[in-house]
């Protein structure tokens, strides 16, 4: 087992250089052609098929391209976007909710002056005391 994860941090890097080049190329499209050079395809097909073969083969990838396997892709990709962006949203609207309403009960504290009234409080109020003051 390799030490580090170089082989798909290249890959990743290879995709990112051929889709800054083409960006409109499909995910498949990249794997196809990456695999056409990695394993030497093209010298295969021109030592060992013919003409008809070749013909064959290039209305089959013209068929798997049209039968919107990308479009279903791209598609599935945007609808997890948005269903993220609204978790987010969510939660953002959660924490704002949260902070106005601490805000709001540190607003609501009443600064105690009378050290008698200090002793008679709980921890958790003299902590909201303590909270509560700002400095101007």
Request: charged content about 40%.
């Amino acid at each position: 087992m390799e030490t580090t994860n170089d082989a798909n941090e290249g890959a990743l890097g290879t995709l990112r250089i051929t889709l800054r080049r083409a960006p409109r190329m499909s995910l498949s499209q990249f794997n196809a052609r990456l695999q056409y050079k990695k394993n030497q395809t093209g010298t295969y097909i021109k030592t060992f098929l013919g003409r008809r073969q070749r013909k064959y083969l290039r209305g089959k990838a013209r068929e798997l391209d049209s039968n919107g396997g990308e479009r279903k892709r791209r598609r599935a990709q945007v609808e997890y976007d948005r269903k993220l962006i609204e978790k987010n949203h969510e939660i953002d609207k959660r924490r704002k909710e949260r902070r106005d309403a601490a805000t709001a009960k540190l607003d609501a504290v009443v600064p105690c002056l009378v050290d008698a009234d200090l002793a008679k409080m709980r921890v958790a109020d003299i902590v909201l005391q303590q909270s509560g003051r700002r400095t101007n």
